[in-house]
């Protein structure tokens, strides 16, 4: 990227009506047939629940209105998810209504690696995603480099549930003599922890690993389109719905607004997360990607 | 990329049933519900229709399989697209069979950008899909950096149809002036021409523009999946099908293929174009995109 | 690149120390025992000499203190950019002060490529550097593709001089079949023209080369080391010197500022070209390139 | 990268004498004044001394040629790895003639970072080229996020010697807080390690970083012109030599070779490291990157 423009040199012929105020999130679930929600800092963060969210969900649920969840969190399967929003108070939030890039790295090997063993980077718990396809699921700590024929793909789901220090290296070893496809469920480059701070998350080290190996690596995260298609077509099949009568709710523009803006969602930008509001007009003009609201929180 | 391992030292561990033997392209046509067909380099290239392919169009309207063309050629209609099918003598390939990346930079204009004038670059039959919007479209040379405060997008069509030393800069200095979403519809790097030359596709000068102006592009062009889904979609309203019971067909492994396979569809790749037969061992381990047949080309 | 932080939310142990306050120029021409300034931005703009320029030359001259323009520009020869220093009323930057990329991409030919035709990209001037080095230099327009055997290095000089709509499809049909090296002069992304617009340089036209062509190509200009390498030999010629005795002005973070750093200079960013003053703390926060100075102007 | 090209399909218009056949490195001692060489691959591997080698160091003695070693590595001091020499059976290999990206690292941190602590990752012996720039060192481990108002630069020396579950996240918080210089001396992506196999190095992990930080970091390690300029200084306060008298030998195209060529200097590839044999005409057309010379092995 060449660009030295501060985006406070831009947009001289800016429109009044483009610039953003906060739009009260009730107004926006009365208007859409259906919400699509990203998970954390829009549901939920390190400390726990959103203050209000519970309100949001209950809102749809008397109101009838579909919503799912898309994650790119692989780490665990839906079940287990559901279960972690049941701890934090909201039941409602039950499996069926979870759309994780987990479970689109599962489609891919059910289409596509219909035998064999697939290795892993990843929660033990993620290896869910594997073995709900019905292959053998192999953490790359016991895989053995020189018998390593049956392993006909890679899975890197998450940045827990293994040693750096040396599964790293031995990814990198098994991919320069096994051809086979590699995945990346969650293609997030970080994620925010307690205080401040952010942790490398998969989907950096993958890019990483890709650029070593020099091989094309397949993506399911967001903002890639299959993501959303996924929770598209799941909603289609109980009601007719256009694009556009949906709203994507996330708190990262690259990801989930860019995603959802190019799918052909509505998007709204809240502030409860990735986005601190003294950031919202500098991102958005650096980066080009402009969500269709800014909220500053998804409670009601 | 940092790899430095040339492809023939890998796969040490390749099981002979890994390598490629040339499959008959009519075999296939028996196995699928459908076919997906890229176009130049499978159907067509500069010199005319691939020797063949009329036998191979033939033989689907005669087992009444659908078919489609998925294309990144965004330079036309898709009404203009059938007729140079016809004038190659293909009148069968009509336009309810094609898909370019045109159509779904129209459906996101559509979509997402509802009012103003929208700027282009490309050539003027490609401003078909932005007036198919009803926008009006505007090519660069036409607009005025001092009163563009109607332009609300810009799309990037084709390669043609604009002239190089001053509307590339002139694209530059608008995004400069607003901030508006730029697609790319047809992302391809270079396209043949004639004797074994290339020539600078839209989608290299598209990457230029966007590390220039350092703004996030949308792009929809393979192996992005939207052109895959648009087809699928039309597929799925016409008969039920599965991911897998349909084939790709394309001659380019990072487009046609990665896009194909990443969708979870099967796919053929066909040495007609882009991929030489003596370079196909190679590259399908360099890039580590594995076709699930190559063929050596798409006539039966 | 990943970075979703404005920089705002960055540095929140900044030291007060760190926070630049503007210098003025005068004071640093006392410090150092040599000054090297960039052109553009520095010296002059679209406009001319920037203000105050010649008080700053005169002031260097008269305490008989070396100084350099250290320049990417490689459009025309040293001599000729001397012309046009004095025809703006700097007859004192003789040619003996100018250190181009031009003249790093010429040493490169007289030790590496000592026969044969050189093809280039740029204006006719620019061709000097390839004559100066006692080769045949070729525009791409005049070459035979058919007919290339004799072409033994390929130079992009400017952005100016040649056909876009032409010849870099040329280039990369020739690259396509000669493996030759690929300099790049001029590094520059984009180059600043009248009343806040920019056009594209060679140097943002060259990566999309490379990344077509899939070969690595050669860079001299800033921030690569041995341009400043140039002008340090030129100066211990003369005087002993050490390198944090120099002064490198340049008005671009990510070419003067960098580069001299990284070399071991002491850097002044100005504030008379690419860096506007509304601009200056965001892009130092952002890029992370931190200049000794920040003054409004060169002019004393 | 776009390209697609196998590189069997390329210079069709290659003349006979632009084919490599094997030089013997003797022949080559004769030629030049000085020998650069680069270290793993080319002096020793994983398993001890290249076989002959000795009688190369034994013959440049003996002819009183100068040479000099030149590593990316920075994981220890030049006086460690001259003892590392010893050990090999090469006492003659002085710490006088090694130059590593460690050295470039000190210098910088001596022009530019001349107060305060410097952070780093690496191991606890290469921390000796920030102490020797008297300046304190901190292991990344032992900073304390909220008390880092002290730490004026970040070094990234070595692979080994930190805990990559940890210290790469705590690496990122740091930069979050601190707007310092991030300075990268080993540039290497990955290394040999024993059968094989490779080990990410210290330069993939930089590149990582830097995208996820969004900042530039300052590289040193080859292909860099300052390793191969601080070199080259230390011979010209020996004896007068321009740089086509000097031959640099190394293992690796994209560090060696390149540097080596782009600075001036005449190369030889030798096949004892990370270019086997029967690799090197295809990574010389694919990578476009050409040495003077291709030698089996340096022994003479």
Redesign the interface.
């Known amino acids: ?6 985006p ?8 009044p009506e ?1 610039r953003f105020s906060m739009t009260p999130f009730a107004t926006l679930i009365e208007q859409y047939k259906a919400i699509f929600f990203d998970a954390y800092g829009v549901l939920k963060n390190a400390h726990g629940l959103i203050p209000g969210i519970d309100g949001t969900i209950d809102a749809l649920i008397a109101a009838d209105k579909p919503f799912y969840v898309l994650t790119n969190d692989a780490s665990r399967s839906p079940d287990q998810l559901a279960d972690s929003y049941a701890r934090l108070g909201l039941p409602t939030i039950t499996a069926d209504r979870i759309v994780s890039s987990g479970m689109l790295a599962r ?2 090997l059910q ?2 690696v219909n035998h064999g063993t697939v290795a892993y980077l990843g929660t033990d718990t993620s290896a869910h995603y594997i073995e709900n396809a019905d292959l053998h699921a192999l953490p790359i700590r016991a895989v053995n ?1 020189d018998d ?2 049956d392993i006909t793909a890679l899975v890197l789901l998450d940045d827990e549930g293994f ?3 040396t599964d ?2 031995k990814t ?2 098994l ?8 995945i990346v469920a969650n293609t997030d ?2 994620y925010p ?1 307690r205080g ?5 998350a998969i989907g ?2 993958a ?2 690993l890709e ?8 993506r399911f995260g967001k903002p ?3 993501l959303f ?1 996924f929770a598209y077509d799941l909603l289609r099949e109980k009601m007719p719905i256009s ?2 009568e949906i709203l994507m709710v996330g708190d ?3 990801s989930d607004i ?1 995603g959802g ?4 969602f509505d998007t709204a930008l809240v502030l409860t997360g ?3 509001v ?2 919202v007009d ?9 969500p269709t609201y800014v909220c500053e929180s998804a409670a009601v």
Chains 1, 2, 3, 4 share one sequence.
């Open positions: 990227m060449y660009s030295t423009d501060a406070a040199t831009q947009d001289r012929q800016q429109r483009d489609e891919y289409l596509k480099l390593a024929a040693d750096w220090n790293l290296n990198i070893n991919l320069r003599r096994r051809n086979i496809p590699v480059a970080t922890v401040q701070q952010v942790a490398v950096a080290v890019d990483m650029r070593i190996v020099g091989k094309q690596f397949i890639d389109a299959q298609m694009k556009n990262t523009l690259k860019l803006n190019k799918f052909g990735n986005t601190p003294e950031d500098l991102r958005i003009k650096a980066t080009g990607i402009i």
